[in-house]
């Protein structure tokens, strides 16, 4: 990883849709950036929960215009994302699902797809080459079973849709205690791949 072609440091964006900066998704999203930056990437961390953003209001101004019009903090994240070679994504599963403000980042992500020509309904605003990675965690053992669907899910909005090239995903268990989450044998494994993932970006 670290330089690319042009000398220039790998970008890292990375997304905390947990309503706690310091939470378990944190605590994971954290330890892969420090193996980023060891690896000479440059990394931006963003807490959703921190901005000031609506939900997409379905004005349709994106698809008329060739951006969103809402004026709110998703604008200077919308830069952000076409700035990072590799955006990675975090959030706990509430009731389910992400959380909403996980979700409504995603939504608000529609503004970066054009109307399609021919067969394929959008195309993809964000330029090619670029990469994600998406963590959830969850309170429930098997959510590694449980909750696979979501990871289908975001292949199919990050991959189909927005057009990244290469894409991970991991479902985390955090252990009831919340210590030792880094140590436990799916969050252990997790790290193991997705330093593979960000060593090879
Ligand atoms: C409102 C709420 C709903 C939750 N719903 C689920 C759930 O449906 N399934 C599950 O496995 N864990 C659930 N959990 C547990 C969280 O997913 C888990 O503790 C997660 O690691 C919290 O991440 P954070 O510390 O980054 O916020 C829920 C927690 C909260 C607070």
Same mark, same amino acid.
């Given at each position: 990883m670290s330089v690319r072609a042009g000398g220039e440091r790998l970008k890292v964006l990375t997304i905390n $849709?947990?309503? %706690?900066?310091? $939470?378990n998704t944190a605590t994971i999203l954290k330890q892969l950036e420090r193996i980023a930056k060891k690896n000479g990437a440059k990394v931006e961390h963003v807490d959703l929960v921190d901005l000031d953003f609506s939900d997409c209001m379905e004005c349709m101004g994106c698809q008329k215009g060739t951006k969103c019009i809402t004026d709110d903090d998703m604008q200077g994240i919308y830069g952000k994302m076409q700035e990072a070679d590799l955006m990675m994504i975090g959030s706990p599963i509430f009731m389910d699902a992400e959380t909403g403000l996980t979700k409504s980042f995603v939504d608000r992500t529609f503004a970066l797809l054009a109307p399609g020509k021919g067969s394929d309904p959008f195309d993809t605003r964000l330029d090619k080459g670029k990469k994600a990675l998406i963590v959830f965690t969850c309170g429930m053992s098997e959510g590694g079973v449980v909750y696979h669907g979501l990871t289908v899910r975001y292949f199919d909005t990050l991959v189909k849709l927005l057009g990244y090239d290469d894409f991970r995903s991991f479902i985390i268990p955090v252990p009831p205690? %919340?210590?030792g989450l880094l140590k436990t044998p799916a969050a252990k494994a997790m790290i193991e791949e997705a330093s593979r993932f960000l060593v090879e970006s």
């Open positions: $849709g947990s309503p %706690r900066k310091d $939470g205690a %919340r210590k």
